[in-house]
C-alpha cells in the first residue's frame, strides 16, 4: 500500500502540470488498473496518493479535490478490480474494469471540477475522459499486461 501511495502522489507532484485542470493526462492514474493484481493494497494505496497528491491542487476547492477525488480512485480501482477478477486472466474483462474506472473518474472529478469552476460540465467530463483513456485504459493496461506476462497473477 505504502508504494503504491509514494508512487502515485510523487507522480502527481512531479507531473502536476498534467495533472491537474481541464486538458489532464494524470499519469499517476496507470496505476489503478494495477488493483486488479494487487487488490486491496492497490486500491488503498491509489487512494491515499490522490488524496496526497491532491493537496497540492491549483483548483479553487483544495478540500473539496482532496475528498472527492480520492473517493473517485477508491470506486474506480474497487470497481476495475472486482470487474477483472470475475473472469480470471480475460483481457477482456480488465480492459471493462479500466473503461469503467475511466467512467467513474470522469464522472465524479469532471462534476466536482464543473461545480468549482465557471466551466460548462459537459467540457469538463470531455476534458477528464480523454485524458484518463490516455492514463487508464491505453497506460494503465498496458502496465498491467505486461505485469501479467511477468509472472504477477491476479488476486
Known amino acids: 500500500m505504502a508504494v ?22 494524470r499519469i499517476a492514474d496507470a496505476l489503478i488498473p494495477l488493483s486488479v493484481i494487487f487488490g486491496w493494497p492497490a486500491v488503498t494505496g491509489v487512494t491515499l496518493g490522490c488524496l496526497i497528491g491532491n493537496v497540492v491542487s491549483p483548483m479553487p476547492s483544495i478540500v473539496t479535490d482532496v475528498s ?13 478490480w472486482k ?27 469532471g462534476t466536482y471540477l464543473a461545480m468549482l469552476t465557471e466551466m460548462e460540465l459537459w467540457i469538463w467530463w470531455l476534458g ?13 493496461y498496458l502496465i498491467l499486461q505486461f505485469m501479467k506476462k511477468a509472472g504477477l497473477k491476479v488476486t
Open 4 to 25: 503504491f501511495a509514494a508512487l502515485y502522489a510523487v507522480l502527481v507532484l512531479f507531473l502536476s502540470s498534467s495533472s491537474f485542470g481541464l486538458a489532464q493526462v
Open 68 to 80: 472527492l477525488g480520492a473517493s473517485a480512485n477508491f470506486i474506480a480501482s474497487v470497481l476495475a
Open 83 to 109: 470487474i477483472a477478477v470475475k473472469k480470471r486472466d480475460s483481457m477482456i474483462s480488465e480492459f471493462l474494469g479500466c473503461t469503467i474506472a475511466t467512467i467513474v473518474i470522469t464522472f465524479i472529478v
Open 128 to 140: 477528464i475522459f480523454t485524458g484518463s483513456l490516455i492514463s487508464i485504459n491505453l497506460i494503465g
